[in-house]
C-alpha cells in the first residue's frame, strides 16, 4: 500500500468516527460552548478545505503558502464556522461529505513522491502532507469523542 492509500483510509476512519455519531446527537445540542454539531461540521469542512487548496497548489505545479491560518488556529476555525452562518444543517453535512470526496479524490491525483515532500504549512512551518493528515484526522476523531460523550450522558 502507498502513502496515498494510507492517508485516505485514515481520513475515511476519521469520517466514520463522526458520521456514526450523528444520527444519535439533537443537531441543536451544545457540544462546545458556542459550537453545536452544525458548527463543528463546519470546522472540519473548512480544514479540508485548506488541505484542498494545499494540495490543489502541489498539483499546479505551485508551493502552497500560508492562508488565514497563519493568523491563528482560533481565527481560522472561527472563520470556517463564520463563513457557513445562515446554511442550514442539511446544507453544511452535504459540504462535510463533499469536501471530504474531493479531498480524498486529490490525494489519489497527487504523485506519491510528492506525499512526503516538505512544504510551508497552511499555519507556518514546514511540514508534509502525511503530517497535516496525521493532525487532522485524530482532531476528527476527537470531536467524535466529545459527541459521543454528549450522547452517552444524554442516554442516562
Not at 17 to 32: F, G, V
Not at 83 to 110: F, K, N, P, S, W
Amino acid at each position: 500500500m502507498d502513502k496515498r492509500e494510507d492517508l485516505i483510509a485514515r481520513l475515511e476512519r476519521s469520517r466514520a468516527a463522526m458520521i456514526t455519531q450523528l444520527d444519535d446527537i439533537d443537531k441543536n445540542r451544545k457540544i462546545y460552548p458556542l459550537w453545536t454539531v452544525r458548527e463543528i461540521l463546519a470546522h472540519l469542512s473548512g480544514w479540508d478545505d485548506a488541505t484542498i487548496a494545499f494540495i490543489r497548489t502541489i498539483l499546479d505545479g505551485g508551493q502552497p503558502g500560508l492562508t488565514l491560518a497563519a493568523q491563528g488556529i482560533d481565527v481560522y476555525n472561527a472563520e470556517t464556522v463564520s463563513t457557513r452562518e445562515g446554511l442550514d444543517y442539511d446544507h453544511i453535512y452535504r459540504e462535510y461529505l463533499a469536501t471530504r470526496r474531493v479531498l480524498l479524490d486529490l490525494i489519489r491525483q497527487m504523485p506519491e513522491e510528492r506525499v512526503t515532500e516538505q512544504y510551508v504549512l497552511p499555519w507556518g512551518g514546514y511540514g508534509t502532507l502525511v503530517d497535516m493528515i496525521n493532525i487532522f484526522a485524530p482532531h476528527e476523531e476527537e470531536h467524535a469523542e466529545d459527541v459521543r460523550k454528549i450522547i452517552e450522558q444524554a442516554g442516562k
